[in-house]
């Protein structure tokens, strides 16, 4: 579909930190000067999302070989939370803190190493952004643009049970795909506004280690980033309502991972439900992170 002719100006969008690797993820996956092509005829697929589920619906649809005519619309970064808020940037900064923990366990295979292991945070967290930039190329809008897709950059909203806006243009579609996914549970704590809180859409921006981190959740994304930033030189407070982490997991791989956790230094607070957060001057601070609020 030919973008010769702009029809309403792409809303910009902006990752932080603003380095060479983000604004390379960008210029792939919300790019600023993007034009969207000019809706005609009847779409028999529209998708509104492009998330991991989005994509693979489009792609899938636009690829059966059968000439459907396919508009994929995203309002804000093609590849959603796996590509930029989620299993990517997490894996990479856990492959980082793996190899801490391989360090600590160094000695029982006969592997001498310093009793002070030093890590640079920020250059763990630039690598996490230089990896994700370099696979956004897969989840861009170039690409699926040329796979026949009509990528539309805007929010979508459904006018008709048949038609759909975007960016002042009107879809009109014989099937509709919602794959919007979901947003960060803001926890509706007392005073955690006035203290201020990561959530999975921001932890990954951080240039800077937190010396301490408070994780709200024991659940599996809490546990896994409780235990990656621990290994990276932060003290680690994790908060449960649960008596015991994972606990909607096997047990005794559950009982593996609590005992694996005290043991490298996580405060565990089992069994209690927070009320609010206060921050005293003369009492020690934490940052407070809300990435796995009831994530069980």
């Known amino acids: 579909m030919s973008q010769a002719n702009s029809r309403s100006a792409i809303e910009p969008v902006t990752v932080l930190p603003v380095d060479e690797h983000n604004q390379t993820l ?57 590509l930029n808020v989620g299993c990517v940037p997490s894996k990479c900064i ?3 803190s ?11 295979f006969g592997v001498q190493v310093p009793d002070v292991i030093e890590v640079d945070f920020p250059a763990v967290m630039e690598r996490m952004r230089r990896l994700r930039a370099g696979i956004s190329h897969h989840d861009s809008a170039q690409r699926f643009q040329k796979i026949g897709i009509d990528v539309f950059l805007g929010q979508g909203r459904f006018s008709s049970s048949s038609t759909v806006e975007v960016g002042g243009q009107t879809l009109r579609f014989k099937k509709a795909v919602i794959a919007t996914g979901a947003r960060a549970v803001h926890p509706a704590l007392k005073g955690i506004e006035d203290v201020g809180f990561l959530t999975n859409e921001t ?31 932060c003290e680690v407070v994790l908060f449960h309502r649960g008596n015991h982490l994972l606990n909607k997991e096997d047990a005794e791989a559950a009982d593996i991972v609590q005992k694996t956790f005290i043991r490298e230094g996580i405060r565990l607070v089992l069994g209690c439900q927070m009320e609010r957060v206060e921050k005293p001057a003369l009492v020690r601070q934490f940052t407070l992170s809300a990435m796995a609020i009831w994530n069980r």
């Open 203 to 233: 932890v990954f921006s951080l240039t800077e280690r937190p010396q301490r981190l408070a994780v709200i959740g024991g659940g599996p994304i809490g546990c896994e980033l409780a235990q990656a930033f621990r290994r990276l030189g």
């Open 26 to 82: 960008v210029s792939y996956v919300h790019p600023a000067d993007w034009v969207n092509p000019k809706a005609t005829g009847t779409y028999d697929l529209v998708v509104i999302g492009a998330g991991t589920a989005g994509l693979v619906v489009a792609a899938g649809a636009a690829g059966l070989g059968i000439g459907l005519k396919v508009a994929l619309i995203e309002k804000h970064l093609m590849g959603g939370d796996c």
């Open 98 to 108: 793996r190899v801490v923990g391989e360090l600590w366990e160094a000695k029982a």
């Open 94 to 96: 856990i492959r980082s």
